[in-house]
């Protein structure tokens, strides 16, 4: 059973940074690419960007685009999602979800809400 | 606003049929796969129909997808009170080289 567990959330204040994790298991996690997808309270899904299996490839959300960075240690099965200048427009529940290949989001984890906040 | 448009909600009595519609442009639906996702308040988003039209192990065949030309489409038949959910098309625009989501479409079986 594929599992994907995102960790690191909270309650940040305004500019502020915070790291968020997540870790995956039962599958080759180095062969398939990783995506972060958010959704503010009562909004739909807004994708933040995405690190290929390897890590050569990056793309983020223009939204988003200076602030939020994406990295990945094959070795420990995780991907990082590092968020800078946090505002309270980047409040939401941020998931990671694995990529089938065609930018098809196969399992998702259950999601750890940021909230930024003074 | 979301580049790719779905309708805020549809609705349906148990049994019936419903499609819910996604449209967007020929850099996105137009050139690339569109994946479908169902989501209950207070969850993750599931996966339900890849590549256009197939689904994954466990999708029951009441869900379908189909795609033409910049527009893409989720049936689903049999309506049944535990299909209320929110459902969200989604695909790659390769002009922005970014992944993007409809705004979603709240099913209700009447």
Redesign the interface.
């Known amino acids: 059973q594929v599992h994907l567990v995102e960790s690191g959330g909270g309650v940040v204040q305004p500019g502020r940074s915070l790291r968020l994790s997540c870790v995956a298991s039962e599958f080759i996690f180095r062969n398939y690419g990783v995506h972060w997808v958010r959704q503010a309270p009562g909004k739909g899904l807004e994708w933040v960007g995405v690190i290929s299996d390897d890590g050569s490839n990056i793309y983020i959300a223009d939204s988003v685009k200076g602030r939020f960075t994406i990295s990945r240690d094959n070795s420990k099965n995780r991907v990082y999602l590092q968020m800078n200048g946090l505002t309270a427009e980047d409040t939401a529940v941020y998931y990671c979800a694995k990529d089938m290949g065609y930018a098809e989001l196969e399992y998702w984890g259950q999601g750890t809400l940021v909230t930024v906040s003074s | 606003q979301?580049v790719l448009t779905q309708p805020p909600s549809v609705s349906a009595a148990p049994g019936q049929k419903v499609t819910i519609s996604c449209s967007g442009r020929m850099s996105n639906i137009g050139n690339?796969?569109v994946?479908w996702?169902q989501?209950f308040p207070g969850?993750?988003?599931?996966?339900l129909i890849?590549?256009n039209n197939k689904r994954?192990s466990g999708i029951p065949d009441r869900f379908s997808g189909s795609k033409s030309g910049t527009s893409a489409t989720l049936g689903i038949t049999g309506l049944q009170t535990g299909d209320e959910a929110?459902y969200?098309c989604?695909?790659?625009d390769t002009s922005?080289?970014?992944?993007?989501?409809?705004?979603?479409t709240r099913l209700t079986v009447l």
């Open positions: 979301s690339n796969y994946s996702y989501q969850t993750a988003p599931k996966l890849y590549e994954p929110d969200y989604g695909t790659w922005l080289s970014a992944m993007l989501f409809g705004g979603g």
